[in-house]
């Protein structure tokens, strides 16, 4: 069975102190770890997918890297707006190809 | 842009009612999930589509049908509505095992 965890739940930072965000998973074979943006109340918006180790993928502030047992995602001088909840998800090859596992995601606030 | 859309924002139902949540994808998907979010558990799979009236259980399928007559539509029906089945739901859809892509979630009270 997929498991996925990350830590830590909740990560309060100042504007500007860079940090990571870490998602550690079992999977019999990855095809896929995904990370998602999720406001309060809004469903979760996309932001990275990566396929093997070794692969990073970067997007502004953000940047995901991947290894055999982990994801980190980086955020480096972050600013009050990426404030929201970050959720990890692997896919696996067994089963059906579509099925994601989700993390139960890290809550991060950025302060002034 | 995909755009996936969900027909409520906000619910209110009561106890034994059932209760209909649609969900509508414009960009042709193939597969389209529903899943429900609550504070803790993270997001749990209840039942997917991988094309018009195919349907597959989830993790969590118990007291939830569904319903795909159309590709673009993927209706998730509580037979019975009871209060641990107040939630988040949400769906998404995907083409070919990639992305899944959300919207915006029903958040259901279940009274």
């Known amino acids: 069975e997929d498991q996925v965890t990350q830590s830590p739940e909740a990560l309060r930072l100042q504007e500007g102190e860079s940090s990571s965000l870490n998602c550690s998973y079992t999977v019999s074979g990855l095809r896929g770890l995904f990370w998602y943006r999720q406001d309060p109340g809004k469903g979760p918006e996309f932001l990275f997918t990566l396929y093997s180790a070794g692969e990073e993928k970067e997007k502004e502030r953000l940047k995901a890297t991947l290894t055999k047992k982990e994801s980190f995602l980086h955020i480096t001088a972050p600013k009050p707006e990426d404030s929201a909840t970050y959720l990890c998800a692997v896919q696996s090859y067994t089963g059906t190809a579509s099925k994601l596992t989700f993390g139960t995601g890290t809550r991060l606030q950025v302060t002034l | 842009d995909v755009k996936v859309t969900q027909s409520s924002r906000y619910l209110v139902k009561r106890t034994g009612e059932k209760v209909f949540l649609e969900c509508v994808q414009d960009?042709?998907?193939?597969?389209m999930f529903w899943y429900r979010q609550d504070p803790g558990l993270g997001l749990r799979l209840i039942y997917f589509s991988y094309d018009v009236k195919m349907k597959e259980k989830g993790d969590i399928p118990e007291g939830y049908s569904v319903s795909r007559e159309k590709k673009e539509r993927f209706s998730l029906i509580l037979e019975s509505a009871s209060t641990n089945q107040t939630s988040m739901y949400l769906c998404a859809s995907t083409t070919g095992g990639e992305t899944q892509y959300f919207g915006p979630g029903t958040r259901l009270l279940v009274l």
């Open positions: 960009m042709d998907h193939e597969n």
